[in-house]
């Protein structure tokens, strides 16, 4: 399997991975800001939507989409405990620089950013170098590693000439709450970690797997199967014999048109759980839709309808 190199450069010089270089969005941007670049990321790298022309191009995208950017997005928008995490960290190498003087700079267009920056407009400044660069991160592969290390440096400018940077959410206890609240919470918790060890791997891998099999159903049942195709791609990254993520996966196919992609899904559902009901259900519907020559990519809107018609209360449906 193709592994990516560190980068020792920027803020991951500090043993930090710099989710925001890597989908190259600035530093404070927003949950919904954080979103739309991860979109744009996964429609140039994710397997059913990129054209790339090497199989080396294919397996780098592979990889940078499985070891950087889906892990990116989990931590900074997905996983609040580790988003709140990792703006700490943040403020701590902030902390960290400006005790230590100037950080260490590789690039002359940081260094050029953090001169100019020096005389005012850090804010507009930092965001024009970094769209500047972002813009093309992953347009051109081979220099995508290079160019998450250039944005990360000029997320170390940032940090070390910015007065504050977001701060985590802090959680605090009302005064009034006695010392046995704070005794329960702390037994809850020991009782928590006590049944997460005895959780065997394969509970575990399903309880991990479980919220994006649940946004895959909801956005299938708002009809935005574009978006319930990445994160049932997702789901299947984590745990490739998870049967009801292909069952779910190729009825968003069918729904897209894409008979051969759903065949596949839903064959691969019944292989790994032969009682799937819900598969079995889409593969007969799917053997009348391509007998009656539904069987091509385009497909027009009226065969959207029929099938619409023809899958009924499928969508809705729980897998046994």
């Known amino acids: 399997m193709l592994k990516i190199p560190p980068i020792k450069c920027g803020l991951f ?5 710099d989710y925001h270089a890597i989908l190259g969005v600035p530093i404070g941007a927003s949950p919904e ?20 022309n090497t199989q080396e191009e294919e397996d780098l995208a592979d990889q940078l989409l499985s070891q950087l950017v889906n ?13 709140q995490e990792h ?19 590789k690039s002359k267009v940081a260094q050029q950013l953090a001169e100019a920056a020096t005389s005012g407009n850090l804010e507009s400044l930092y965001k024009k170098y970094l769209a500047s660069i972002a813009k093309k991160e992953y347009k051109e592969l081979d220099k995508t590693l290079r ?15 910015k007065k504050k940077i977001v701060q985590p959410k802090k959680t605090t206890v009302n005064s009034g709450k006695s010392a046995k609240t704070t005794q329960e919470k702390t037994e809850i918790n020991q009782s928590e970690k006590a049944t997460e060890e005895q959780t065997s791997p394969q509970d575990k891998l399903a309880k991990y ?9 909801q956005l299938i049942n708002k009809e935005d199967y ?3 195709i990445m994160e049932l791609r997702e789901a299947l990254q984590l745990d490739p014999k998870n049967s009801q993520a292909h069952t779910l996966l190729g009825l968003a196919y069918v729904k897209q048109s894409q008979l051969g992609m759903a065949k596949v899904h839903i064959n691969k559902a019944l292989q790994l759980d032969p009682k799937n009901k819900m598969a079995l259900e889409g593969k007969q519907v799917l053997a009348k839709l391509i007998e009656q020559g539904k069987g091509t990519d385009s497909g027009s809107g009226n065969q959207s309808n029929r099938r619409g018609g023809l899958f009924g209360g499928l969508f809705g449906k729980k897998n046994n």
Do not use: C, M
Not at 71 to 83: C, H, I, Q
């Open 13 to 17: 010089q500090f043993s930090l991975t």
């Open 33 to 52: 800001e954080i979103r739309k670049r991860y979109l744009k990321i996964n429609h140039i790298l994710f397997p059913d939507v990129r054209d790339l």
């Open 71 to 83: 892990p990116s997005y989990e931590n900074l928008v997905k996983d609040e405990a580790a988003r």
């Open 87 to 105: 703006l700490l960290l943040l403020r701590q190498i902030r902390e960290r620089i400006v005790s230590q003087g100037k950080p260490r700079i």
């Open 147 to 161: 160019r998450i290390a250039l944005i990360s440096e000029f997320n170390l400018v940032y940090l070390g000439l």
């Open 209 to 217: 797997v479980e919220p994006y099999l649940r946004r895959g159903q």
């Open 226 to 228: 574009t978006k319930a």
